[in-house]
């Protein structure tokens, strides 16, 4: 409990709910007594970033602290190395956004980090030189840490319908946040937390003006709470610390109870420490369905689609390319995507071949729909579109920012496709199609 008496403090000025979690980080109680602390600046002057020093030897049971010394939010995430004699490693740690000069946190080099080179960045600040290197040679003296004792799910995807029971008319959900290790790339799991052990969280889905009832149970170890995004909610189930309610504290529980009003595409995610629980995947999508759904909104089916960034890295769905579920469509059918972006930074999603029509605005119907190729969704937006196919083919749907869909230089120093690289298959019966199978493992 006492790394929580420190956040109260900072609860009363409002401020918890942007904060950084000192518990984000698998540190203090573990750290052996006999490493060394390393320390590394995060340093931005103008437009030019870097982490100081560029490059750190290690050992085992080394404490690497990094400090925010600039005045842009900072982070670190490790990468996939490009040489080969490295180790894959790119799950052995990543940290949240640090936003204030003066933070820091500590990683311990444990046994997660085999002998080898590493490179980290910060994830916004790639193109600007924040890249670094360390290199682990040799068991040091410290007893290291465990692996991880967090739930490893793989081969799961997100956004799966939550199942209810009625009690009464009311309509009663459950969630359950806890920390997990999920996997963004074909074997490669990061730190995450999760509603319900998928990223993102399952969908709650309600009639227009229904009542409905959700039971958040908080299994982590720090507090927690949830936050009805675009939901018309009385004011003590809002869901922000200190402003609206206690938080839900480890191992305890909030019942939180409203009508499902106004109709249209919603979310819900955490509002405790939110930079760092929301880009760690406590989020998903709360769909509030017409009772009429006029002409322009109506369609045969429809895909969901939020946008996340942060210490996940650049995730669609919660996975980045290639393990993002493909849409598959028939030449002639009408989808409706709901769009939001649950990440920190604007994402230009571009459909190639053609256009598609975009019917609702934060769950609000345009008086006319906007027909576009690029939407630009900024952090919090959700989106209603029709996707109505012009041509038959195996088409990319990215983001625009092309370090958001750029991975490692591969070994002939060639860009990889990565992150934000969605696909959609029309399919005519004629038209050859290229085979995704290799590429997603479903
Ligand atoms: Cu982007």
Known sequence: MRTFTKRWGSLFVGMAFLGISAAACNVAESAPAEGRTIVVKMIDDGAETR?????IDVRKGDIVRFEQHGVMPHNVQFVANEAPRGA???DAWNGPYLSSKGESYEVVIDDRFADGDYTYVCTPHIATGMVATMTVAGAGEGPGRAASDKPEVRDVQGLQELAYTMDGNVKVFELTAEKIRWETKEGHLV??????????????????????????????????????????????MDGV??????????????????????????????????MTQEGSGLYGMFIIEERNPSRQMRADREELMILGDGPLGFIINGKEFPLIEPIQMKMGERVRVRIANLGAMYHPMHLHGGFFDVVA??????????????????????????????FAGTWIWHCHVLSHATGPRDADGNETAAGMIGVVVVDDGETPLA????????
Request: aromatic share 8%.
């Open 241 to 274: 610390p200190g402003i609206s309610q206690d938080p839900i504290m480890p191992g305890e529980s909030f019942v939180y109870e409203f009508d499902a009003n106004p109709a249209g595409t919603r979310l819900y995610h955490s509002h405790f420490n939110a």
């Open 361 to 390: 605005k934060d769950g609000f119907e345009l008086a006319a729909p906007r027909r576009e190729n690029t939407l630009s969704v900024a952090p919090g937006e959700t989106y209603d579109i029709i996707l109505h196919p012009q």
């Open 88 to 90: 894959e490693l790119g």
């Open 435 to 442: 085979d995704m199978s290799n590429h997603t493992h479903h």
């Open 51 to 55: 982490f100081e020093p560029a490059h």
């Open 191 to 236: 730190d995450a937390m999760a509603y319900n052990r998928m990223i993102p969280g399952p969908v709650i889905r309600a009639q227009e003006g229904e009542r409905v009832r959700i039971v958040v149970n908080n299994e982590m170890d720090e507090p927690h709470t949830t936050h009805w995004h675009g939901l018309f909610v009385p004011n003590n």
